[in-house]
């Protein structure tokens, strides 16, 4: 099971970072709003041995996440 422990986001960079938890292991992921779209860090590093629909469900999280917090600060 996946868990989000928690995020920060910073105003004046754009950016947000995310802890992610999946088995006892935590991950930092960043999403950082550039103007074109966003972007958000590698996160096949920590994921390769992950099954696809856990990788597709971070993804999508991710994804959702990014456009809630950043549409509040454009």
Known sequence: MIYIKNF??????????????????TNHVETRDTGYGTTYTDINDFTEDWPDSEYNQLEEFLNGCQEIVHSFYR
Do not use: K, P
Request: no cysteine.
């Open 8 to 25: 920060i986001h910073d105003f004046d960079s754009s950016t947000i970072t995310f802890e992610v938890e999946r088995e006892g292991v």
